[in-house]
């Protein structure tokens, strides 16, 4: 299991940006996928954005495609979501884990806390 912590989340205007991060504890995260993820309220989990242990191939969710970009710096232990042009419907809390499969929104290790975004109109 890896431990995850999440960072970055606030309240921010539609068209504003955040960025998001990810802090994992373990070695491994430099040889690991990561994606990211959202829960929307009342909605499931669903899948962002997700990119290889090298960094060197990224997959987005359509809804994202073009906004949000999800880099790495494994020598930090540390995944980012630059979040663009933001909409209300991207109001939710984010996490990241090592995907379970690609594009999916099940994770590999439990879930941590997450972090919040708002997105106001």
């Known amino acids: 299991q890896v431990q995850l912590v999440e960072s970055g989340g606030g309240l921010v205007q539609a068209g504003g940006s955040l960025r998001l991060s990810c802090a994992a504890d373990?070695?491994?995260?430099?040889?690991?996928?990561m994606a990211w993820y959202r829960q929307a309220p009342g909605k499931g989990r669903e899948f962002v954005a997700a990119?290889?242990?090298?960094?060197?191939?990224?997959h987005y969710a359509d809804s994202v495609k073009g906004r949000f970009t999800i880099s790495r710096e494994n020598a930090k232990r540390t995944l980012y979501l630059e979040m663009n042009s933001l909409k209300p419907e991207d109001t939710g809390i984010y996490y990241c884990?090592?995907?379970?499969?690609?594009?999916?929104?099940?994770?590999?290790?439990?879930w941590g806390q997450g972090t919040q975004v708002t997105v106001s109109s």
């Open positions: 373990e070695r491994t995260f430099s040889t690991s996928h």
């Open positions: 884990n090592r995907p379970k499969g690609w594009g999916t929104p099940e994770g590999l290790d439990d």
């Open positions: 990119i290889t242990w090298s960094g060197s191939n990224t």
